[in-house]
Structures are given as structure tokens and as C-alpha cells.
């Protein structure tokens, strides 16, 4: 509905003036609702805690590891799959990163770059099952969260291991007046409009709305596809290895609630699981927005038993809602 | 004569290579492990195999119905439903009729919320079953204020641990679920209506079925029979922890694949996904006595379940 205003009247204006800036506006009319809700979602902290941009600096440090997920998330959504493993891939990366770090001469550097490329790997491999072996992402990626969460469990069998301070201490600290996470946020809004840009980011786009259009266009399909999984790859591996500064320590089942949070995320920020419509300004948006909600009900003061219900309650209330209106409104 | 064999092996091939797999699986666990393909062994392995197959049948309403139709909060039902259960046997003491009717009741309306959310909201059903996991298991934390209490009572303990003639009593109820379930899919009207919006929405729809109550009705089913499934694995268990039962999740959605059930709904048989269950239950004892862990066995679920989907589920190449 909002979108179908801006659609009408002032991206049309912009488009003719601005085209050059049409891939942001797209994202935008996709994003808008989710940023509104976002500052809403804002205000709305603001009202509980009086202290509110110490507030809001340290729950970014929380929230961007769900950030980068929900990046990756998207991504992959926007080329016509999904990802289920998610949530295992980022137990793997912060199991493999804690162990790593605890064999002999290897220093937290080294770790995190071996965790990263564990990211990728999972990145890869989905992308083999789906895009070349062709199986059916929902199944497959289902199949593999097993693979990597067992594969957490067996270098991980208890919470455990331990990470150098230093990283948590750098992770929280600031460069300048802007808190370390921010800059990592930023960051990761400048790769997202990169992308969109980029061909690889269009051809998914265009994969992911119609892949026998896209293929009839001499898009490959089966490679754009593959990047999709890897790009989504190495954003898992970064929110893995920001949980695991974030943390300094290692839990084979830390990653367990990002898969689902990760894909809310996405939907809220105007993802379509059909594919082809999504925005990775939105989804950082949905994460957090996510991320503030859990520290409403927090700071409500509902008892620690009922918490659990009342976040998942509202998820699922959030993705009813969301797809109703979508799902009406077409 | 010999064309009548062929004939019937051509059209139940994928029953008798599921037996064949059961056979061949045994007998590998007899030579690793003297002992594992006993009477008395494979007679636990059946019992084991029931919660399983179970909860595996509400999977299987679900996959039915169609639109890539699944049901991954089963386990966390037949968790919540064996922490009710475990309360109201246990401290309240009511009877197991009661207490059976108002589990199942509770499982049919978690599944009716799933069922509404898939056909009214047109939330795809792996997020919204997804998303279901955590409700339900914030609302067993709810339910027991943090501190699960009670267990089963002794005749709940007896049906699913006790024998009738040699024969564990969780068989007799597992075979008699096992002609309901059937019988409500062949034989009643819900049953081939199921099948035909799942194969077929819009023929389905032309002629007469009401596609979102049948679609609704197959979650609650799924709900149902979950409910009914973490009451005997309480009986079974007879302690009561959180998410009990989260570790059949996975296995209930192979058992399907497995059972030849195809995602795009309205084929396959519970029968088979029955064998599909037991074949995946000799495997997890398997790798249980072979000293394998949970990490393991995790590694090995994920890994049939690929290697499924690469042997049924291939996508067609994309040509000019």
C-alpha cells in the first residue's frame, strides 16, 4: 500500500530526474516500510530507558551478528532459495574459531581467519547441493544444518573453549566517536548497496523472479545461484566470528535461534520467499528491529520464563502479518 | 506366474527395497555387534521405532496436503504435550482418558494456529512451523513456571514399556494407530480429499473440496497425532525434561522422504513411511551401540537425508 504510493507518484518523479539512482530507490520502496517500523520500533525503546544512546550503542554490538545473518538471509532469498542452515553454520564458525584458537601457535587472528573460511566452505557446499546437484534449497539446506551443526557438536561437545579478551574489548570499542559495531553495520549497508548494483547482485535478482526468464536472457543461472550461497557464505562466517569476539567463548548451539530470526529479518525488510523481491537495507532494518523488541520486553519486566513465549509469539505474529497484508494487498 | 511376481514387485518396489534396507541393515548390526539382530533386540527396536513413526504420521498429513507442506514443529508439540501430560497425571492425578483427550485437544489447536497461518496468511510452512517451535516450547516454560514437574502414571508406564504375550504393548498401540491412520487416508472422505489438494489444488477445488479446511484439518491432524506421541514417549521415558521431543524433528522429515511421500503433496503412503521409520531407528541403534555420538548421529541424519534427496528430488537442468 505505502509502496504503491511511492511507487506512483515520487519514485516516478525521482526515477526521471535521478535515474541513475533507480536500484536505490527500488530498494528503498522494498525497505521503506521496515525503516519506518524501525524508528517507530526507536522511539519506542527510547520511552524505557531514559539512558538511551548508551542503550542504543551497546544492543548494535548485540544485534549485529543477526544483522550479517539476515544480510546473508536475503541474499540468498532474493535468488529463489533459502537457507536454512544459517543458525548451524554460525555454531560451526564459532565452534571451529574456538578450537582453533585453542591448538597450539595459532593466535585469535589466525582463528578468526580460519573461521571465516569455514563460513565460506558452508557457503560453498550449499551452493554445490543446490545450484549444481540441483536439490531443492528448502530440503537441502535442512539436510545440511545437520552436517554442520553435527560437525559443531563433535569439535564443541560442551560449551566451552575460550577466546583472547582483547577481541570483545575491540569489538565494543569505538574509532573515533562511532562504536566499533556501527562502523561494521555501516559497513555492511555500503557491501548491501554494492551489491544491488553489482551484475552479480542484478542477475540474482532477476534469477530469483523468474529463472527461466533470466536463463532464456543468457543469465547463468546455475552460477549466480552458487555466488549467491558463497556472498551469503561469507556474511554468515562475519556474524559467526563478530558472535564469537562478542562472546570469547564457544557453544556448539549458540547459532540455534539466528536461522529463523535471520529469515524473519529478511521478510520483515520487504523479502518476498518466492524470490526475486528483497532488500539488504531492509533486512539490517527487520534485524534490528528484532533486537530492540527483545529488549522492550526485557525492560517490561515479564518474568524469564514467559520471554521465551512472548519473542516467539511476536515473531510469528510479526511474519503472520507481514504476509497477510503482502499476500492481500496483491 | 512369474509375471505375477514381477508385476508385483515392479509396482511395490519402493516397500520391498525399504524391507530389503531393514534386512540388510539388521544383518550388518548382527556381524558388528553380536546380539543386535536378536528377536528380543529387534522387538526394542520396533518400540523405539513407534514414537517415531508417531509423530511421522502427523509429518506425513502435512507433506500430503501440498505446497511444499511440512510440519517441523512436531517434535516441539510432543514435547509440550508430554510436560501437560506429565502435570496432570502426576499432581493433579486425573485419569489417562482425560488427560489423553485434553493433550490431543491441545495438540489439534497448535496445529489448527499452523493450518490457519499456512492457508489464511499464506505463511509458507516451513516458516511458520519454524516459527511455531519457539512458541510452543515458551509456552511449555510457561506452563510449568520453569520447573517441569510430575511423570507417568504407572498404567501409562506399563502401555509404553509393558508386554501383552511377549508383545510390548507400544507395538499393539502402534499397529492399531498404524489402520487408523491408514484407513482415515484410503478410506474417508477427508482422507481422499487430502490427497487431491495435494496433488491438485485447483481440480480439487473445482470439485468441490474445500481446499483451506482440508489443508487446516491436516496440520491439526498433524498436531494431534504429535500430542498423542509425546504422551507414549513420556510414558516411555518417564521423566520430564524440556524439548524431549526435538530430536525427532529431523528423522519424522526423512521418514517421509523416505516413505516415497513427495513434497509437492498429495502421493505416498504411510505404510511406507512406517518402514521408512523403522529403517531410520535400526540406524540410529546401529550407530547407538557402536559408541557413535550425538554429533555423529547428526552428521549421518543430514547426510541420508541429502543423499535422498540427490537419489528423488532432483530439479530438472535448465535447457534452451
Not at chain 1, 517500523?37 to 519506542?44: E, H, R, S, T, Y
Not at chain 2, 513413526?53 to 509429518?59: E, K, P
Not at chain 2, 516454560?141 to 509404553?160: D, H, W
Not at chain 2, 522429515?253 to 503412503?269: P, T
Given at each position: 500500500m505505502i509502496s504503491s504510493l511511492f511507487n506512483s507518484r515520487i519514485s516516478s518523479y525521482f526515477q526521471n530526474k535521478l535515474s541513475f539512482l533507480s536500484p536505490e530507490l527500488q530498494d528503498l520502496e522494498v525497505s521503506g516500510p521496515s525503516l519506518i517500523f524501525l524508528i517507530i520500533v526507536i522511539v519506542i525503546s527510547s520511552f524505557f530507558n531514559p539512558n538511551f544512546f548508551a542503550f542504543l550503542w551497546s544492543n548494535v554490538a548485540d544485534i549485529l551478528p543477526l544483522a550479517f545473518a539476515?544480510?546473508?538471509?536475503?541474499?540468498?532469498?532474493?535468488?529463489?532459495?533459502?537457507?536454512?542452515?544459517i543458525g548451524?553454520?554460525?555454531?560451526?564458525?564459532?565452534?571451529?574459531?574456538?578450537?582453533?584458537?585453542?591448538?597450539?601457535?595459532?593466535?585469535?587472528?589466525?582463528?578468526?581467519?580460519?573461521?571465516?573460511?569455514?563460513?565460506?566452505?558452508?557457503?560453498?557446499?550449499?551452493?554445490?547441493?543446490?545450484?549444481?546437484?540441483?536439490?531443492?534449497?528448502?530440503?537441502?539446506?535442512?539436510?545440511?544444518?545437520?552436517?554442520?551443526?553435527?560437525?559443531?557438536?563433535?569439535?564443541?561437545?560442551?560449551?566451552?573453549?575460550?577466546?583472547?579478551?582483547?577481541?570483545?574489548?575491540?569489538?565494543?570499542?569505538?574509532?573515533?566517536?562511532?562504536?566499533?559495531?556501527?562502523?561494521?553495520?555501516?559497513?555492511?549497508?555500503?557491501?548491501?548497496?554494492?551489491?544491488?548494483?553489482?551484475?552479480?547482485g542484478q542477475?540474482?535478482?532477476?534469477?530469483?523472479?523468474?529463472?527461466?526468464?533470466?536463463?532464456?536472457?543468457?543469465?547463468?543461472?546455475?552460477?549466480?545461484?552458487?555466488?549467491?550461497?558463497?556472498?551469503?557464505?561469507?556474511?554468515?562466517?562475519?556474524?559467526?566470528?563478530?558472535?564469537?569476539?562478542?562472546?570469547?567463548?564457544?557453544?556448539?548451539?549458540?547459532?540455534?535461534?539466528?536461522?529463523?530470526?535471520?529469515?524473519?529479518?529478511?521478510?520483515?525488510?520487504?523479502?518476498?520467499?518466492?524470490?526475486?523481491?528483497?532488500?539488504?537495507?531492509?533486512?539490517?532494518?527487520?534485524?534490528?528491529?528484532?533486537?530492540?523488541?527483545?529488549?522492550?520486553?526485557?525492560?517490561?519486566?515479564?518474568?524469564?520464563?514467559?520471554?521465551?513465549?512472548?519473542h516467539g509469539a511476536i515473531v510469528i505474529s510479526i511474519l503472520v502479518v507481514i504476509s497477510y497484508v503482502r499476500f492481500r494487498g496483491e | 506366474m512369474k509375471s505375477i511376481v514381477l508385476d508385483y514387485a515392479r509396482k511395490n518396489r519402493h516397500t520391498l527395497v525399504a524391507i530389503g534396507i531393514c534386512g540388510i541393515l539388521l544383518a550388518i548390526g548382527g556381524i558388528l555387534r553380536p546380539g543386535f539382530s536378536s528377536y528380543k533386540n529387534v522387538l526394542n527396536i520396533l518400540s523405539l521405532a513407534s514414537f517415531l513413526g508417531i509423530l511421522a504420521a502427523g509429518q506425513t498429513f502435512a507433506v500430503l496436503s501440498g505446497g511444499e507442506g511440512l510440519d517441523l514443529s512436531v517434535g516441539a508439540v510432543a514435547s509440550f504435550s508430554a510436560i501437560v501430560a506429565a502435570h496432570l497425571l502426576g499432581p493433579l492425578n486425573l485419569p489417562l482418558v482425560l488427560v489423553l483427550l485434553i493433550i490431543m485437544a491441545l495438540g489439534a489447536v497448535l496445529g489448527l494456529i499452523n493450518g490457519l497461518g499456512i492457508t489464511y496468511a499464506q505463511v509458507p510452512p516451513l516458516v511458520m512451523t519454524l516459527g511455531m517451535i519457539g512458541v510452543i516450547n515458551g509456552l511449555s516454560l510457561v506452563y510449568s513456571g520453569g520447573q517441569p514437574t510430575g511423570s507417568a502414571t504407572e498404567l501409562l508406564q506399563t502401555i509404553s514399556t509393558g508386554r501383552i504375550v511377549g508383545i510390548p504393548w507400544i507395538l499393539v498401540i502402534w499397529l492399531a494407530f498404524i489402520f487408523i491412520v491408514l484407513f482415515v487416508l484410503k478410506r474417508t472422505t477427508f482422507g481422499r480429499a487430502l490427497y487431491a489438494v495435494g496433488s491438485n489444488r485447483e481440480a480439487a477445488y473445482i470439485s468441490g473440496a474445500r481446499v483451506e479446511i482440508i489443508k487446516i484439518l491436516a496440520y491439526s491432524f498433524s498436531g494431534l497425532l504429535s500430542a498423542f506421541g509425546g504422551l507414549m514417549l513420556l510414558g516411555f521415558v518417564q521423566g520430564v525434561q524440556y524439548e524431549m521431543g526435538s530430536s525427532y524433528m529431523l528423522p519424522s522429515v526423512i521418514a517421509v522422504v523416505l516413505g516415497g511421500v513427495s513434497f509437492s503433496g498429495g502421493e505416498g503412503e504411510y505404510f511406507n513411511v512406517v518402514l521408512g521409520a523403522i529403517i531410520l531407528t535400526i540406524l540410529?541403534?546401529?550407530?547407538?551401540?557402536?559408541?557413535?555420538?550425538?554429533?555423529?548421529?547428526?552428521?549421518?541424519?543430514?547426510?541420508?537425508?541429502?543423499?535422498?534427496?540427490?537419489?528423488?528430488g532432483r530439479a530438472e537442468k535448465m535447457r534452451q
Amino acid at each position: 500500500m505505502i509502496s504503491s504510493l511511492f511507487n506512483s507518484r515520487i519514485s516516478s518523479y525521482f526515477q526521471n530526474k535521478l535515474s541513475f539512482l533507480s536500484p536505490e530507490l527500488q530498494d528503498l520502496e522494498v525497505s521503506g516500510p521496515s525503516l519506518i517500523f524501525l524508528i517507530i520500533v526507536i522511539v519506542i525503546s527510547s520511552f524505557f530507558n531514559p539512558n538511551f544512546f548508551a542503550f542504543l550503542w551497546s544492543n548494535v554490538a548485540d544485534i549485529l551478528p543477526l544483522a550479517f545473518a539476515a544480510l546473508g538471509a536475503t541474499i540468498v532469498i532474493l535468488s529463489g532459495e533459502i537457507d536454512l542452515s544459517i543458525g548451524a553454520a554460525i555454531s560451526l564458525v564459532n565452534a571451529v574459531t574456538v578450537v582453533a584458537y585453542g591448538q597450539p601457535n595459532i593466535t585469535g587472528g589466525q582463528a578468526l581467519l580460519i573461521g571465516f573460511a569455514t563460513g565460506i566452505l558452508t557457503g560453498v557446499f550449499n551452493g554445490i547441493v543446490v545450484a549444481y546437484l540441483r536439490l531443492k534449497s528448502l530440503l537441502a539446506t535442512f539436510a545440511t544444518s545437520f552436517i554442520y551443526g553435527g560437525l559443531a557438536l563433535w569439535l564443541l561437545p560442551q560449551p566451552g573453549g575460550s577466546f583472547p579478551a582483547l577481541f570483545s574489548v575491540r569489538y565494543r570499542s569505538s574509532l573515533g566517536f562511532l562504536p566499533m559495531p556501527f562502523i561494521l553495520l555501516l559497513l555492511g549497508i555500503i557491501f548491501w548497496l554494492f551489491y544491488r548494483r553489482h551484475k552479480a547482485g542484478q542477475s540474482s535478482i532477476s534469477v530469483g523472479g523468474n529463472a527461466e526468464a533470466a536463463f532464456a536472457n543468457g543469465i547463468p543461472v546455475p552460477r549466480t545461484k552458487f555466488r549467491s550461497f558463497i556472498v551469503s557464505g561469507a556474511l554468515i562466517a562475519l556474524s559467526g566470528l563478530s558472535l564469537t569476539c562478542m562472546i570469547v567463548s564457544g557453544d556448539p548451539n549458540i547459532g540455534d535461534p539466528y536461522t529463523l530470526q535471520a529469515i524473519t529479518a529478511s521478510v520483515i525488510g520487504g523479502a518476498s520467499l518466492y524470490g526475486g523481491v528483497g532488500s539488504g537495507l531492509g533486512a539490517i532494518a527487520g534485524a534490528l528491529i528484532l533486537g530492540f523488541l527483545k529488549n522492550i520486553i526485557f525492560f517490561l519486566g515479564i518474568p524469564s520464563y514467559f520471554q521465551e513465549f512472548v519473542h516467539g509469539a511476536i515473531v510469528i505474529s510479526i511474519l503472520v502479518v507481514i504476509s497477510y497484508v503482502r499476500f492481500r494487498g496483491e | 506366474m512369474k509375471s505375477i511376481v514381477l508385476d508385483y514387485a515392479r509396482k511395490n518396489r519402493h516397500t520391498l527395497v525399504a524391507i530389503g534396507i531393514c534386512g540388510i541393515l539388521l544383518a550388518i548390526g548382527g556381524i558388528l555387534r553380536p546380539g543386535f539382530s536378536s528377536y528380543k533386540n529387534v522387538l526394542n527396536i520396533l518400540s523405539l521405532a513407534s514414537f517415531l513413526g508417531i509423530l511421522a504420521a502427523g509429518q506425513t498429513f502435512a507433506v500430503l496436503s501440498g505446497g511444499e507442506g511440512l510440519d517441523l514443529s512436531v517434535g516441539a508439540v510432543a514435547s509440550f504435550s508430554a510436560i501437560v501430560a506429565a502435570h496432570l497425571l502426576g499432581p493433579l492425578n486425573l485419569p489417562l482418558v482425560l488427560v489423553l483427550l485434553i493433550i490431543m485437544a491441545l495438540g489439534a489447536v497448535l496445529g489448527l494456529i499452523n493450518g490457519l497461518g499456512i492457508t489464511y496468511a499464506q505463511v509458507p510452512p516451513l516458516v511458520m512451523t519454524l516459527g511455531m517451535i519457539g512458541v510452543i516450547n515458551g509456552l511449555s516454560l510457561v506452563y510449568s513456571g520453569g520447573q517441569p514437574t510430575g511423570s507417568a502414571t504407572e498404567l501409562l508406564q506399563t502401555i509404553s514399556t509393558g508386554r501383552i504375550v511377549g508383545i510390548p504393548w507400544i507395538l499393539v498401540i502402534w499397529l492399531a494407530f498404524i489402520f487408523i491412520v491408514l484407513f482415515v487416508l484410503k478410506r474417508t472422505t477427508f482422507g481422499r480429499a487430502l490427497y487431491a489438494v495435494g496433488s491438485n489444488r485447483e481440480a480439487a477445488y473445482i470439485s468441490g473440496a474445500r481446499v483451506e479446511i482440508i489443508k487446516i484439518l491436516a496440520y491439526s491432524f498433524s498436531g494431534l497425532l504429535s500430542a498423542f506421541g509425546g504422551l507414549m514417549l513420556l510414558g516411555f521415558v518417564q521423566g520430564v525434561q524440556y524439548e524431549m521431543g526435538s530430536s525427532y524433528m529431523l528423522p519424522s522429515v526423512i521418514a517421509v522422504v523416505l516413505g516415497g511421500v513427495s513434497f509437492s503433496g498429495g502421493e505416498g503412503e504411510y505404510f511406507n513411511v512406517v518402514l521408512g521409520a523403522i529403517i531410520l531407528t535400526i540406524l540410529t541403534s546401529l550407530l547407538t551401540t557402536l559408541n557413535i555420538g550425538e554429533a555423529g548421529r547428526m552428521l549421518v541424519n543430514g547426510f541420508i537425508l541429502l543423499a535422498l534427496l540427490t537419489a528423488f528430488g532432483r530439479a530438472e537442468k535448465m535447457r534452451q
